[in-house]
């Protein structure tokens, strides 16, 4: 069921959403969380899809706020606030809240969105581009125990990395770094195949890639040696080499699809290594609500 409000409030908002529940048979909600989706016209689709399919194994209100700048006629230029609302076989497994801010109202982000949140439920917030300078002082970030920002969609992923570093606060991580997680089991599993003293290593990777950056900071303070960065021609990172007093620890993954292990004295071996879709990340990040050290450390090592 979809409903479209125009020049509206929160309050009437939520007696929409409360009447649309009613209407397709679901008063009550099972939603596990809000997830406020921070997005521009351009992004919003894609955003939506990922979050609806996400949704799926956590049921959330998803509420995404698209600040509009009104051109034309005096009348579109004046403060005012539209929202679509989805809610049942239109909004997968939870709600959808599309609201669009116009005039002074953009400035006013947190006060439009704290009376959509569902009640004594965590928040998380998503920027799948042009992320805050400090996520958590953003008036949508700080209504947020979780913020999730994605260093890839900017024009320099680096210098992303260093501004994150910068404003880091407890709850913050970025898509760059949840795209590591099978790379890191991976490596964590080779090594304790074959526990052996560690001299070197590198990450081979398409150039200014920052899930490479970020793998190549957590090689270095976990095995506490230099890990080299190389430029290839992707997609994305195609391999990482551990050397060891036994031999090299070898992770190709040249299509981004399946990936050839090799350990020293042992047969090669064909691991699934797959390029993750923006809907599996994100389900990942709503998985745990706490601060992620491992991220934080990370993203605070100066690269060697």
């Known amino acids: ?26 008063p009550t909600m099972g939603l596990v969380l809000t997830l406020v989706i921070a997005t521009d016209e351009e992004n919003a689709y894609d955003a939506v899809r990922a979050a609806s399919e996400a949704s799926r194994e956590h049921p959330c209100r998803i509420i995404v706020v698209i600040k509009r700048t009104s051109r034309g006629p005096h009348k579109l230029r004046q403060t005012r606030l539209d929202a679509e609302l989805r809610v049942g076989s239109d909004a997968g497994s939870g709600e959808i809240v599309v609201l669009r801010l116009y005039g002074e109202l953009t400035g006013q982000a947190g006060s439009v ?48 990395l260093a501004e994150r570093a910068a ?49 190549a900071r957590w090689l270095e303070e976990r095995i506490a040696v230099p890990v080299d960065r190389l430029a290839t021609d992707g997609p994305v990172i195609t391999g990482v080499r551990l050397d060891t007093t036994a031999g090299e620890i070898r992770v190709d993954r040249p299509d981004g699809a399946l990936a050839t292990l090799i350990l020293p004295g042992a047969p090669d071996r064909t691991v699934a290594l797959k390029i993750r879709s923006t809907a599996e990340l994100l389900a990942e990040e709503l998985r745990r609500l706490d601060a992620d050290l491992s991220y934080a450390s990370a993203l605070r090592r100066l690269p060697a």
């Open 167 to 215: 404003s880091y606060a407890p709850g913050d991580t970025d898509l760059a770094w949840t795209r590591l997680t099978p790379w890191r089991a991976l490596l964590a599993a080779a090594l304790d195949q074959k526990p052996v003293p560690l001299t070197g290593g590198g990450v081979e990777s398409e150039a200014g890639n920052p899930s490479a950056e970020l793998l």
């Open 1 to 26: 069921m979809r409903t479209e409000l125009t020049d509206t409030t929160s309050s009437k908002i939520d007696r929409a959403l409360l009447a649309a529940r009613r209407a397709v048979g679901s």
């Open 113 to 160: 969105v704290l009376p959509l949140l569902v009640p004594d439920a965590p928040v998380v917030a998503w920027w799948p581009a042009d992320a805050p300078a400090d996520p958590a002082r953003d008036p949508l970030g700080a209504l947020a125990q979780r913020r999730i920002t994605d260093a890839d969609a900017t024009e320099d992923p680096i210098a992303a």
